[in-house]
């Protein structure tokens, strides 16, 4: 039986799963999808994500499935492959 994977789910936990395998302590704040170190906000998304969720959120950013490069604070998801 083949199942559909929820690819939002998947990007996030493959992103939770690095940070902590890294060490990081990861928490769930009121915004964004992880608070990291009690510092940095992430946002998982796909390429097209904005930056609406966590607008006027300071040390927030985005982690980009689908995109090679970062700009701003829009990091590359493939980047978090290797704090594993």
Known sequence: MVRDLDTGCLRETFVL???RSAGHEVL????GDFKV???YIIE????GKG???IKNIPESFIAADGIETGVGNKIPFWLFGFLY
């Open 17 to 19: 799963n690095q940070l």
């Open 28 to 31: 769930y704040p009121a915004q």
């Open 37 to 39: 170190d009690g510092r």
């Open 44 to 47: 998982v998304g796909g390429a």
């Open 51 to 53: 930056f609406s969720q």
